[in-house]
Nanobody, 123 residues
Framework: QVQLVESGGGLVQAGGSLRLSCAASGRTFSSYAMAWFRQAPGKERDFVAAISRSGGTTRYADSVLGRFTISRENTGNTVYLQMNSLKFEDTAVYYC????????????????WGQGTQVTVSS
């Protein structure tokens, strides 16, 4: 089992920044690719960003490319999502996820989910 706990969400004005953290415990953190998904009210959960086990490969949704950066610290069992130039449409609950690989990181292939953290961007 892997337990994932997100933190860092909150209320921010459009154009501002937030950094989300996801602390992992349980099985070896470095054995998993990690990702962030988000779900806005009334919408499906969508992929945001993913990072490989070593941190050498990343992938982003087009909607956040150039604004968000995913990173990880395997020694600290933590994955981060730095969010800059936030927009109203980034408002959502953000979920941390662990899976097999960056390329296969889809909702159906996630092995473990966190409980989510709310990000609200005011316009």
């Amino acid at each position: 089992q892997v337990q994932l706990v997100e933190s860092g969400g909150g209320l921010v004005q459009a154009g501002g920044s937030l950094r989300l953290s996801c602390a992992a415990s349980g099985r070896t953190f470095s054995s998993y690719a990690m990702a962030w998904f988000r779900q806005a009210p009334g919408k499906e959960r969508d992929f945001v960003a993913a990072i490989s086990r070593s941190g050498g490969t990343t992938r982003y949704a087009d909607s956040v490319l150039g604004r968000f950066t995913i990173s990880r610290e395997n020694t600290g069992n933590t994955v981060y999502l730095q969010m800059n130039s936030l927009k109203f449409e980034d408002t959502a609950v953000y979920y941390c996820a662990a899976g097999a690989s960056v390329g296969a990181m889809t909702i159906g292939n996630v092995d473990y989910w966190g409980q989510g953290t709310q990000v609200t961007v005011s316009s």
